[in-house]
């Protein structure tokens, strides 16, 4: 199976600030990349596919980028209904799998 | 405009079974991916196995390989979830998730359904 990692595992930030979460795989998976948000006691939404296409519907403040291992999520004015977690997923093969959650704060 | 809606919360006792249902409305329905995640309490998220209702079979994780069975009815565009032999380490929130269309097109997941809660408790 292919391991996901994100990091960190939870951050902190104010509004209108710029945040980056990264995401790395435990080998290449090109572009086949997706981010969700999760908000609590709420289902997953994605956010970003094909590791830098915006879902219709996301605002513009959300954006990704990467490809092999390595990947990021860039949130940049803050906003306080940014306060989430985010997960990554790989969708190169089965089992998808996800990372570990980043935790997203805004003071 | 797909529209998910899952059963309602269960609890159940460790050992017996547990069956979770998916109704799709909106878009086509027997040509995309239908995928089950579950979540346990404060943790992450873990794909379970999914299937194409035109194309079946299912895929399942490893890690759930003879204890899950997924099916498909598809005159009620219903999905289901079959879970026995459970611990209390499968109480968790049980999500389905409409991946792509075709047989083993891997992708995203979107839309989601509200997730149902399964407590396992003696």
């Known amino acids: 199976d292919i391991q996901m990692t994100q990091s960190p595992s939870a951050l902190s930030a104010s509004v209108g600030d710029t945040v980056t979460i990264t995401c790395r795989a435990s080998?290449?998976?090109?572009?086949?990349l997706a981010w969700y948000q999760q908000k609590p006691g709420k289902a997953p939404k994605v956010l970003i596919y094909?590791?830098?296409t915006l879902q219709r519907g996301v605002p513009s403040r959300f954006s990704g980028s990467g490809s092999g291992t390595d990947f990021t999520l860039t949130i940049s004015s803050l906003q306080p209904d940014d306060s989430a977690t985010y997960y990554c997923?790989?969708?190169?093969?089965?089992?998808?799998?996800f990372g570990q959650g980043t935790k997203l704060e805004i003071k | 405009q797909v529209q998910l809606v899952q059963s309602g919360a269960e609890v159940k006792k460790p050992g017996s079974s547990v069956k979770v249902s998916c109704k799709a409305s909106?878009?086509?329905?027997?040509?995309?991916?239908l995928n089950w995640v579950r979540q346990a309490p404060g943790q992450g998220l873990e794909w379970m196995g999914g299937?194409?209702?035109?194309?079946?079979?299912?895929k399942y994780a490893q890690k759930f390989q003879g204890r899950v069975t997924i099916t498909a009815d598809e005159s009620t565009r219903t999905v289901y979830m079959d879970l026995n032999s459970l611990t209390s380490e499968d109480t968790a929130v049980y999500y389905c998730?409409?991946?792509?269309?075709?047989?083993?097109?891997?992708?995203?997941?979107?839309?989601w359904g509200q997730g149902t809660l399964v407590t396992v408790s003696p």
């Open positions: 998730a409409r991946g792509p269309p075709g047989f083993e097109i891997l992708g995203w997941l979107d839309p």
């Open positions: 909106g878009d086509s329905f027997n040509t995309y991916a």
């Open positions: 299937i194409t209702p035109m194309f079946g079979p299912a």
């Open positions: 080998q290449s998976i090109s572009g086949w």
């Open positions: 094909k590791a830098s």
């Open positions: 997923q790989q969708y190169t093969s089965y089992p998808y799998t």
